[in-house]
């Protein structure tokens, strides 16, 4: 065999490893998929393993859009991706709202249109909704094979690490059913969720002041019934059950209670793991389906008790 021939055989030999490989990782990368919780797609951690089981609920098409500055509706919901779901819509509390009081919902992204942009708006000026309900949480799609590459890559500097190396944490809870998973001990948090360690009494009270100023500028045109709805981070609601008993002194959240003037809507109150397998998605760092519509059931009797909708 003469040397171009050598080398053209070399070629072909490395092109078909190369082939291979992707092959093999795109094999090994089904076992991943489907890609849906945001805690396994930053953090590298396997689907397969912490992906939930029961079935989700979507309204299709969704029920309650996102709007215009320029619109007229019965009620507004500003909020983050807990309220505004842009990737997935038709699965978040204002869809369930809509369901069972038939009002026109608007849904306002606060990481788009904040709260201040909507209360200028022309609309909010001549057509103010009956009521606009702010949700705010606590603390303020790759293909197959190039996930399985970045898996191994990621959970190798984990191992070597000796820590996580991304923005998502896991830890161990000491009380299994809490998630459908298959690991259903195992907790994903964002590492966000650690940060409130650093605040202060006095931060929190500050915080928490502000949703009374807001309520009175939301309500001052004596037509628009304001209700707040703080989403507890996911440590937040499952520190119960993790060993460290740390973490369950992080949140602050029973300050609420200082602020009896303003209208909560107190869904930190109503989440109990052991009451409902699921409440956040074992992947995701938000909640299930069942407890978006349970949120909007809590929305929903609030609102009937300032007699603003109705079934």
């Known amino acids: 065999m003469d040397l171009a021939s050598r080398c053209r055989a070399h070629n072909l030999l490395l092109i078909g490893l190369a082939y291979a490989a992707v092959i093999a990782f795109g094999l090994y990368g089904r076992q991943f998929e489907p890609l849906t919780g945001d805690l396994t797609r930053i953090g590298w951690f396997a689907e397969n393993e912490f992906g939930w089981t029961l079935p989700q609920r979507r309204f299709v098409p969704p029920l309650a859009a996102p709007v215009t500055l320029d619109g007229r509706y019965d009620i507004l919901a500003v909020g983050d991706s807990f309220t505004a779901e842009e990737y997935n819509p038709g699965i978040t509390w204002p869809h369930f709202l809509a369901r069972d009081t038939g009002a026109a919902i608007g849904i306002f992204d606060s990481g788009i ?9 022309p609309a909010w000026r001549d057509h103010p909704p009956a009521a606009l309900i702010y949700e705010i949480v606590e603390r303020s799609d790759d293909w197959p094979a ?3 590459m970045n898996y191994l890559l990621e959970n190798a500097l984990r191992w070597w690490r000796g820590r996580e190396a991304t923005s ?3 830890l161990e809870m000491g009380e299994a059913g809490l998630f459908s998973s ?7 948090v964002y590492a966000e969720d650690f940060n409130k360690e650093n605040w ?8 928490i002041c502000d949703l009374a100023r807001i309520q009175d500028r939301v309500e001052a045109n004596g037509r628009t019934v304001f209700l707040a709805m703080i989403v507890p981070d996911k440590l937040t609601v499952y520190a119960p059950f993790l060993p460290d008993r740390r973490f369950a002194e992080l949140s602050q959240l029973r300050l609420l209670d200082d602020i009896p003037s303003v209208n ?3 869904v930190d109150r ?3 793991p052991r009451a409902r397998v ?3 998605l074992p992947d995701d760092t938000h909640w299930s389906s069942a407890t978006h519509e349970m949120a909007a059931e809590m929305v929903l009797r609030a609102l009937l008790e300032r007699s603003v909708a109705h079934r």
Not at 113 to 121: F, I, P
Not at 182 to 188: I, V
């Open 146 to 148: 190039s996930y399985a």
């Open 270 to 272: 109503a989440l109990d």
């Open 264 to 266: 909560l809507v107190r």
């Open 278 to 280: 699921d409440l956040y």
């Open 168 to 170: 998502a944490v896991r």
């Open 182 to 188: 298959r690991h259903d001990r195992g907790l994903l």
């Open 200 to 207: 202060s009494p006095a931060e929190w009270r500050a915080a």
């Open 113 to 121: 249109d904040s709260l201040e942009r909507v209360l200028a708006s």
